[in-house]
């Protein structure tokens, strides 16, 4: 199941989303009050207990899912979460908002933890009631796309994105200005091929980034102002803490700071709140992601 499946588009909508309208007045103006992204940033940090998250993953390492990590539950944390608060989907581009009409996040792709590793960057679809094990295998098929081993990205085996990558570097700096230019103007417009937002991680549902995995605590990372990107996470490096419990002893728990940058005009605080909520409660209870949810929300963008 996908957003808003089966919904034809009408004038005034878009390759990648509908047209929410059914915006209150003051949601309305933000886009011209915050024209750029850059304006409209919102930080959102939680400190997550992952203790028995961790169990949670040793266990089905022994047994079902020997590859799962804590990337894979987070991301289907926010698969889930989007399927309850189908909101933190939306995108606000050229002055109006949308309600984007698939499921694609971003992940960025280390070949190798060296100063000069290559990097690439993966954009796995999702279904809204997928499960984990059906979001690990989704992403896991995107990785297989990457060539982890060899250095030289010009050498390796490249994904989509890198073959995109590598057209535009070699484009001259005055004529690739120009093309962005370009590409900004149709993009306001809806103008965009969709062959081109398919490669673009700027035109992602949620991007995280998992800073944890090289020792990094949690950053505040932007949400670009080209494209239509509205969440930017990011996962830090595990906190051992002992906590004293109510009989005066104490127990050892494993935590990580988690950060959001997200874009407001899309949708009020009080949704964003309620959507991380929701993702970071399923992260910390991951038996919850085994199953597909009871329901699905799809958002509800007509006027009444």
Request: net charge positive.
């Amino acid at each position: 199941m996908l957003p808003l499946e089966g919904r034809k588009r009408r004038f005034g909508d878009r390759k990648d989303g509908f047209r929410v309208r059914n915006i209150e007045p003051m949601n309305l103006i933000e886009p011209f009050v915050m024209y750029e992204k850059s304006d409209a940033w919102v930080l959102f940090e939680e400190k997550v207990d992952i203790t028995h998250v961790q169990e949670f993953v040793r266990e089905h390492r022994r047994t079902d899912m020997p590859d799962l990590t804590l990337y894979h539950v987070l991301f289907a944390a926010f698969v889930r979460a989007i399927s309850q608060t189908p909101q933190i989907n939306r995108f606000a581009i050229g002055h109006r908002i949308y309600a984007r009409n698939e499921l694609k996040f971003a992940m960025v792709v280390k070949k190798g933890m060296g100063h000069d590793a290559d990097r690439s960057i993966i954009m796995p679809r999702f279904h809204l009631d997928a499960t984990l094990p059906e979001v690990k295998a989704a992403i896991e098929k995107e990785v297989a796309g990457v060539d982890l081993e060899t250095k030289d990205v010009e050498k390796g085996k490249k994904n989509a994105f890198d073959y995109l990558e590598l057209a535009l570097g070699k484009i001259p700096t005055p004529i690739l200005r120009f093309v962005f230019f370009l590409l900004r103007h149709m993009d306001n417009h809806g103008l965009l091929p969709k062959a081109l937002t398919d490669l673009s991680p700027f035109h992602s549902s949620v991007f995280i980034t998992n800073m944890g995995s090289f020792g990094m605590d949690s950053v505040y990372h932007h949400v670009y102002n080209f494209g239509t990107l509205s969440v930017f996470g990011a996962l830090g490096k595990k906190q051992i803490e002992y906590v004293p419990q109510k009989d005066g002893s104490t127990r050892k728990k494993v935590f990580v700071n988690m950060k959001f940058v997200v874009d407001e005009r899309i949708t009020d605080g009080f949704v964003f709140g309620m959507g991380i909520h929701e993702a970071l409660m399923c992260f910390m209870k991951p038996e919850r992601l085994m199953e597909r949810p009871e329901k699905v929300v799809q958002d509800e963008i007509d006027k009444k």
